[in-house]
């Protein structure tokens, strides 16, 4: 089985749902509460492990209780968690996230995911044999990514960059990336001088833009080419947190697993297409068997 290393963050996500966002200065009732695994690293690395891939683990908790569940979670989803490390005196992140109208907002504390070191992930370099390809996303230290990104590059391993949240990233980084996979906005803030189309046109079968409900947008050389999301109802759209995580983890397995670019998207957004019908990050995300391809 390919396997593939997943370095980024662990965080437990606190969901309100609410019918009213407040003011400043005022209080409003929501109507739910919810603890779900989340992390955009850790959400990653269980859609692929779901979709048919061996995962391996790298990142941070703090060293308290919620850092013992975040690992637990990872070897529960069957992820090798040898390079996790607990952080003295840190808290584990967490994100606060608001449910409203069908979408999201969210509030990260990072804590310990940026207590992550380069050192770190250099002193874990020597287990790193035979990986199909490596997964990172901006919620640990920059210097870590770009670190990864040289040695990536140095060995021929392919590198998936999910540049959520949104950052500046130089030519010469996106010269040594694999897949790039920012959303709508993500892009934006990545190309302000390109409109979208612009953009994936620059960077053939590079550049893959997830456009959420619209599905995902590419250029494989020869034209623009859009691949639509799953078409679901209103109704059967519960939580579409995590669903770009989905959409990253399972386009990153199936590649792995040897399928084309225009049918690993395709895969990717049905994954997406079901992990938003359940409350959570990680809950819909959906195994192989229920995948076609
Ligand atoms: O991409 C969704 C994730 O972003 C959530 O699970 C939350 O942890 C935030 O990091």
Known sequence: MPKILVVGSLSMDYVVETQQIPQQGETVFGTQFKQFFGGKGANQAVAARRAGVEVAFCGAVGDDPLGQQLINNLTDNQIETDHVTKIPASASGTAHITLFEGDNRIIVVPAANQQLTASFIQQCLIDWENLSMVILQNEIPQTVNRALIDRCCE??????????????????????????????????????????????????????????????????????????????????????????????????????????????????NQAAGLSVQKLGAQTGMPYLDALSG
């Open 155 to 268: 060995r021929g391993i392919p590198v998936l960059y999910n540049p959520a949240p949104a950052t500046q990233l130089d030519s010469e980084i996106i010269g040594q990336i694999t897949y790039l996979t920012p959303n709508e906005e993500e892009c934006k803030a990545l190309f302000s001088e390109l409109s979208i189309e612009e953009a994936v046109q620059k960077y053939p079968n590079q550049l893959i833009v997830t456009l959420g409900a619209q599905g995902a947008i590419y250029h494989d050389g020869q034209a623009v080419c859009k691949v639509p999301a799953m078409s679901l109802t209103k109704e059967q759209v519960v939580d579409t947190t995590g669903a770009g995580d989905t959409f990253n983890g399972a386009f990153a397995a199936a590649i792995c697993r040897n399928l084309s670019l225009a049918e690993a998207i395709q895969f990717a």
